[in-house]
Each structure stands twice: as C-alpha cells, then as structure tokens.
T-cell receptor
Framework: GQNIDQPTEMTATEGAIVQINCTYQTSGFNGLFWYQQHAGEAPTFLSYNVLDGLEEKGRFSSFLSRSKGYSYLLLKELQMKDSASYLCAVPDSNYQLIWGAGTKLIIKP | ETGVTQTPRHLVMGMTNKKSLKCEQHLGHNAMYWYKQSAKKPLELMFVYSLEERVENNSVPSRFSPECPNSSHLFLHLHTLQPEDSALYLC??????????????FGPGTRLTVL
C-alpha cells in the first residue's frame, strides 16, 4: 500500500530555521509535492521534487532522497506569516495525489 | 476573477436538506477535483473529472453527487447528509489528469456543517 507520514505539529521561533520531514511508501515514484495551507484557506503549491537533492526557492527549500523514501521542507528566517499547515503529497500509479495529514507549524515571537 | 473560486464559503444544513457546492476555475485547465478535508486527517479525494468526464470515484456515498457541465465548472450536489459529513470541501484543477503529474491548484473551500 501507500503511506505518508509527517509530524502533526511543530513549534519554532521567529527568525529561526525549521525542517519539516515527510516519509513515504509508494509502489512507484512520480515525484513529491509540498503545499502550504493557512487556516481556512486554500492549499497553495510550494514545490515539486522528482530528483534527489535540494531545491531552493528563496526562504523555502525542499529536499528529496528517493532511496530513503524521505523528503523535508526547510524554512529559513521564519516569519509569523509562515504559521500554517504544510502538506506532503505523492502521486499514485494513476497520478492521483496521496496526501499526508499535514504538519501544523506554530511560529512564536 | 482568477484561479479557482468556490461558493458558498460556509454552509450549514440539516440532514434532510438538499444543497449544492459550486466550483469555477479560470485557469484553462482540463481536470477538476473534489476533496474532503477533515480535521487532522489527510485530504480525501472524492471525484476527478477530465474534460467533463468522470475518471475516478473513490467509493463516495451516493448522498454526494458530482456534476461537471463543462471544463470550467464543477458542482457537488448534497442530499440527506450525516453529521460526520461536516468538513471542508475543496475543489482543485490541473492542466490534465492523465499521462503524467500536474500541479493542482485549489479553491478556498466550502466549510460545511451538517446539523
């Protein structure tokens, strides 16, 4: 079967760095998505990784290791507006997304 | 309007009511999706449409009935719902649904409460 695990909740301090992990088990692999979802709002696309390594986009970076079935989202210079849930998702064999339950990130001043 | 819009944003209904959720995408995409999001649970895919044809139905109860009259509009008709159906219902669209992976773009959702 397919499964995605990510921590339920994390807390970090404004200005600091936080790493949100995601592990997955899939029968095949077609990449991995990260989305951000503020409370009561639409999930918004952050990144899509299909090759191993780190991809950087401003303050946000996403890392993938296909051999370990592991990804992380790295957020630098945290701002209060980064308080949100971060969702990890992988496509199944029909290219439909299988989602993790999301990690709620709480930023404290 | 741009992106994906959903109406209403909030809906409270009794178990005997009939209501409909509406989704519209302004991105020129060919695929549209309905998801259910319950607290602390993963997004659950309910229905997928590609070029107005349903391509996936993930064992959703018949009290949920989708309709896709064209590639820009998607409806979810609701009748005789149960309190456990209370959730955030999200609509999404993508360029296509077959032949590869496409990024999905979401609407803001309808917060549904069933009394």
């Amino acid at each position: 079967g397919q499964n995605i695990d990510q921590p339920t909740e994390m807390t970090a301090t404004e200005g600091a760095i936080v790493q949100i992990n995601c592990t997955y088990q899939t029968s095949g692999f077609n990449g991995l998505f990260w989305y951000q979802q503020h409370a009561g709002e639409a999930p918004t696309f952050l990144s899509y990784n299909v090759l191993d390594g780190l991809e950087e986009k401003g303050r946000f970076s996403s890392f993938l290791s296909r051999s370990k079935g592991y990804s992380y989202l790295l957020l630098k210079e945290l701002q209060m507006k980064d308080s949100a849930s971060y969702l990890c998702a992988v496509p199944d064999s029909n290219y439909q997304l299988i989602w993790g339950a999301g990690t709620k990130l709480i930023i404290k001043p | 309007e741009t992106g994906v819009t959903q109406t209403p944003r909030h809906l409270v209904m009794g178990m005997t009511n009939k209501k409909s959720l509406k989704c519209e995408q302004h991105l020129g995409h060919n695929a549209m999706y309905w998801y259910k999001q319950s607290a602390k649970k993963p997004l659950e895919l309910m229905f997928v449409y590609s070029l107005e044809e349903r391509v996936e139905n993930n064992s959703v109860p018949s009290r949920f009935s989708p309709e896709c009259p064209n590639s820009s509009h998607l409806f979810l008709h609701l009748h005789t719902l149960q309190p456990e159906d209370s959730a955030l219902y999200l609509c999404a669209s993508s360029q296509d649904v077959s032949g590869g992976v496409d990024t999905q773009y979401f609407g803001p959702g309808t917060r549904l409460t069933v009394l």
